[in-house]
C-alpha cells in the first residue's frame, strides 16, 4: 500500500477509536515516526498532509531537518547529554526526558537560544531493564524536581509499554499512564502545561487512544516496515 492509502487507513482508525471516547481525530496528535526511512517518503507524508514527524537520533534528525521544509520535528528517543545542543532549537516537543541530569542540560541549552522547551516524562510503566523512563511511583516527585528548571516547560508523559500478547495488560498499563497524567495536571506550578499523553504506536493505538491518550506515535503503519 501506498503512503498515502496507509495514512487515510490510519485516520480511519484513529476516527473510530476516539469515537468510542467522544472524541475526533482533531483531539489526537499524530505523530509519523520517520526514523530509518528516506526523506522522499517524509516528503511524501508531508505532501499528505502530515505535519509532525518523530526520530529517535539526533544525528538523523539533523540530517533531515535540513531537507525537510514546513513540518514539525518531535524527539522520542532516548536522548544523551552531549547531543541536546545539536536539537535543543530544531525540535517542538522532547518526549523522553528520563533524568534530572538531562533536564539540567536541556534547561541550560534551552536558556542559551533563548527558548523554553516542552519536555514530556519518559515512564518505564512495565519496569523493563531494556527500557529508559521514571517509574510509575516516582513520577510526582521527579516532576517536582522540575519546577527549578525555568526554561523546561512540562507538558505532560509519554511511555512504550511493554510487549505483550494480552491486549488486556496493554490495556492496563495505558490505564495507569492516564492517571498518572490525571496527577500531574492537578499540580500547579508555572513551568507545568499538563496537556499530553503520548502512548500508542502502530500495533496498540486504538487502545491508547480508547484509554485517553492524545499523541500518538506511529511509523509501521505509515511508513511500513523498517529495515
Ligand atoms: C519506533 C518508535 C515508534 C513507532 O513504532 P511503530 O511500531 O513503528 O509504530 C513510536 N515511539 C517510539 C518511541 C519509537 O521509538
Given at each position: 500500500?501506498?503512503?498515502?492509502?496507509?495514512?487515510?487507513?490510519?485516520?480511519?482508525?484513529?476516527?473510530?477509536?476516539?469515537?468510542?471516547?467522544?472524541?475526533?481525530?482533531?483531539?489526537?496528535?499524530?505523530?509519523?515516526?520517520?526514523?530509518?526511512?528516506?526523506?522522499?517518503?517524509?516528503?511524501?507524508?508531508?505532501?499528505?498532509?502530515?505535519?509532525?514527524?518523530?526520530?529517535?537520533?539526533?544525528?538523523?534528525?539533523?540530517?533531515?531537518?535540513?531537507?525537510?521544509?514546513?513540518?514539525?520535528?518531535?524527539?522520542?528517543?532516548?536522548?544523551?547529554?552531549?547531543?541536546?545542543?545539536?536539537?535543543?532549537?530544531?525540535?517542538?516537543?522532547?518526549?523522553s526526558l528520563d533524568s534530572i541530569?538531562?533536564?539540567?542540560?536541556?534547561?541550560?541549552?534551552?536558556?542559551?537560544?533563548?527558548?523554553?522547551?516542552?519536555?514530556?516524562i519518559e515512564v518505564n510503566i512495565g519496569k523493563e531493564e531494556s527500557k529508559s523512563g521514571i517509574y510509575e511511583e516516582d513520577v510526582l516527585e521527579f516532576a517536582k524536581q522540575?519546577?527549578?528548571?525555568?526554561?523546561?516547560?512540562?507538558?505532560?508523559v509519554m511511555t512504550i509499554p511493554p510487549?505483550?500478547?494480552?491486549?488486556?495488560?496493554?490495556?492496563?498499563y495505558?490505564?495507569r499512564m492516564?492517571e498518572i497524567f490525571?496527577n500531574l495536571?492537578?499540580?500547579?506550578?508555572?513551568?507545568?502545561?499538563?496537556?499530553?499523553?503520548?502512548?500508542?504506536?502502530?500495533?496498540?493505538?486504538?487502545?491508547?487512544?480508547?484509554?485517553?491518550?492524545?499523541?500518538?506515535?506511529?511509523?509501521?503503519?505509515?511508513?511500513?516496515?523498517?529495515?
Amino acid at each position: 500500500m501506498s503512503i498515502s492509502e496507509n495514512i487515510a487507513k490510519i485516520f480511519s482508525k484513529i476516527d473510530e477509536a476516539a469515537e468510542k471516547v467522544g472524541k475526533t481525530r482533531n483531539d489526537i496528535l499524530l505523530v509519523a515516526v520517520s526514523k530509518t526511512h528516506p526523506v522522499e517518503k517524509i516528503i511524501e507524508a508531508r505532501d499528505c498532509g502530515l505535519c509532525i514527524f518523530g526520530e529517535n537520533k539526533a544525528q538523523e534528525l539533523l540530517q533531515k531537518y535540513d531537507k525537510v521544509k514546513d513540518v514539525k520535528w518531535h524527539f522520542i528517543g532516548h536522548l544523551q547529554r552531549n547531543k541536546v545542543k545539536y536539537i535543543i532549537d530544531k525540535v517542538d516537543l522532547i518526549h523522553s526526558l528520563d533524568s534530572i541530569p538531562l533536564a539540567e542540560e536541556i534547561d541550560k541549552r534551552a536558556k542559551k537560544v533563548g527558548r523554553k522547551m516542552p519536555v514530556l516524562i519518559e515512564v518505564n510503566i512495565g519496569k523493563e531493564e531494556s527500557k529508559s523512563g521514571i517509574y510509575e511511583e516516582d513520577v510526582l516527585e521527579f516532576a517536582k524536581q522540575l519546577t527549578e528548571f525555568e526554561n523546561i516547560i512540562l507538558q505532560g508523559v509519554m511511555t512504550i509499554p511493554p510487549i505483550c500478547e494480552d491486549a488486556n495488560k496493554t490495556r492496563d498499563y495505558f490505564k495507569r499512564m492516564k492517571e498518572i497524567f490525571e496527577n500531574l495536571k492537578l499540580l500547579n506550578y508555572d513551568n507545568f502545561d499538563i496537556k499530553f499523553l503520548s502512548m500508542g504506536m502502530t500495533n496498540d493505538f486504538e487502545i491508547a487512544i480508547e484509554e485517553g491518550a492524545n499523541v500518538v506515535r506511529i511509523g509501521t503503519g505509515i511508513f511500513g516496515s523498517r529495515l
